[in-house]
């Protein structure tokens, strides 16, 4: 591969630019649980791509509907026309989640799908002559997405601060985790449950026909790998049914077998009003994403006369042929592989390789659930996040691809992972820990 002369034009995304280009990490090729640098090195990949290529990388039978579809129909208008793998792919969804879900709205990212369900929460409660219910509840520590309406019910400060103009009225619940009570856990932590109960002073506060919604990450990725404590989601589940208020689970990484099933809630047997996806729905090869909710939501939609449009949102790529034709590839690789279960059989192996970590210098908490774990560590006085990014390029150096969000490293492999991969994982991320100051 020729590498770039200027890396310079362009503008990477939630990266530093200039220590990048500075000292590159450039990937050029990838095949099942490994990538190529540009240099030739192999490097496994303990992030699944960023938390998306679920079922390991290159896969043929994606490659072959992708490039089957752009020759055979590359494109349709999204409004007023439609073709036949969108209805196929809602349907095919709507299969692999929980039982009572109606309906799918088709995005192209993790964000529009947080951005489609918080309007779709609005819209209905309007619909319903609730239109009081405007008041949306994000979580402390919480991410989702990019957009701003995703910025503003996310909880990471880094990602507001910048942006001064989010939207009013808006509340956070804070986060589970609270290492005096639930460190080095493994598995979902015993203690937190009442932490849900925070919900009802905001019930208090506010008025909850003022509350909209509540959005969470079943599992909260993006800000540290928080388990969610057993009990507490629960929780959550049954005060927002008490209030009326429209619970909002946001699996775009949590989807497609991170937790060793197909949905978190499936896991957890809890039925959340809305699920937004994105991610593994495509193995992470195409840009696609959905909405899933259930059938009192869309029937509160399909009211007046039939030539009007019921939800005026929507994008030119919702439900691309492209996309569709990758999803559908990607859904049926899951089931033919049974990739879910095996991801609940490799979760065991992986929670043990990485607390094997507890006791290496810095590390103050160990955490995991599913194929997803992580390392905290301490850190440097007066300059958070910089020992997680040493070691973040300490690893590639060495030839694992882990994430880190600040000072914590997360290590969440695909769900075709083998035990020596979480091996090379788990040792380079030790060892690079213990040398790193
Ligand atoms: N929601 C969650 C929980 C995520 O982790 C992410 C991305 O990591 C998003 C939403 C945004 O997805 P995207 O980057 O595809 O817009």
Redesign the pocket.
């Known amino acids: 591969m020729q590498i770039p002369n200027d890396l310079d034009a362009y503008f990477m995304p939630f990266s530093a630019n200039r220590s990048f280009k500075s000292s590159p990490r450039l990937i050029s090729g990838a095949e099942g649980m490994f990538y190529t640098t540009s240099d030739g090195r192999r490097i496994v990949d303990g992030a699944s791509g960023?938390?998306?290529v679920n079922a390991g990388h290159g896969r043929v039978e994606i490659a072959d509907a992708v490039r089957d579809q752009v020759l055979g129909l590359d494109f349709t208008p999204s409004y007023q026309v439609a073709h036949p793998l969108a209805f196929e792919l809602a349907n095919r969804v709507l299969e692999i989640m929980p039982e009572g879900y109606g309906n799918v709205f088709f995005t192209n990212?993790?964000?529009?799908?947080?951005e489609t369900a918080l309007k779709i929460a609005l819209a209905y409660h309007q619909a319903k002559g609730d239109a009081r219910r405007r008041r949306l509840i994000g979580r402390v520590r919480?991410?989702?997405?990019?957009?701003f309406a995703?910025t503003s019910v996310g909880g990471i400060a880094a990602n507001k601060r910048q942006f001064a103009n989010l939207l009013p009225e808006v509340d956070h619940l804070n986060h589970t985790h609270w290492p005096d009570k639930n460190a080095f856990s493994k598995g979902q932590p015993a203690w937190g449950a009442e932490l849900a109960d925070e919900l009802e002073n905001l019930v208090l506060l506010h008025g909850a026909d003022t509350i909209a919604a509540l959005i969470v990450?079943p599992l909260?990725?993006?800000g540290g790998v928080l388990i969610p404590p057993v009990g507490y989601l629960e929780r959550l589940r049954e005060i927002c049914t008490k209030h009326g208020i429209l619970l909002i689970f946001?699996?775009?990484?949590?989807a497609f077998g991170r937790v060793g099933a197909a949905t978190a809630a499936e896991k957890l047997n809890i039925k959340p009003d809305i699920i937004?996806l994105?991610?593994g729905i495509t193995n992470g090869v195409i840009?696609m994403?959905a909405v899933v909710i259930i059938p009192d939501i869309y029937e509160a939609f399909m009211q007046g006369p039939e030539h009007m449009i019921e939800l005026f949102h929507g994008y030119t790529y919702s439900g691309h042929p492209v996309a569709c034709a990758a999803a559908l590839a990607t859904l049926r690789i899951y089931a033919e592989e049974d990739l879910f279960n095996r991801a609940n059989e490799m979760s065991a192996y992986l929670e043990e390789a990485v607390h094997s970590l507890n006791g290496t210098k810095n590390v103050i908490d160990i955490r995991n659930m599913g194929l997803a774990s992580a390392v905290e560590l301490e850190p440097r006085d007066g300059a958070p996040g910089a020992r997680g990014f040493d070691v973040f390029k300490a690893c590639f150096a060495e030839n694992a691809l882990l994430r880190c969000t600040g000072d914590i490293m997360a290590v969440a492999p695909a769900t075709i992972v083998e035990k020596a991969h979480i091996d090379q994982m788990i040792e380079t991320l030790g060892h690079m820990i213990a040398v790193t100051d």
């Open positions: 960023l938390w998306c990212s993790g964000s529009e799908s947080v919480g991410f989702h997405g990019a957009g995703g990450e909260a990725g993006a946001d699996e775009v990484i949590t937004a994105a991610k840009p994403g």
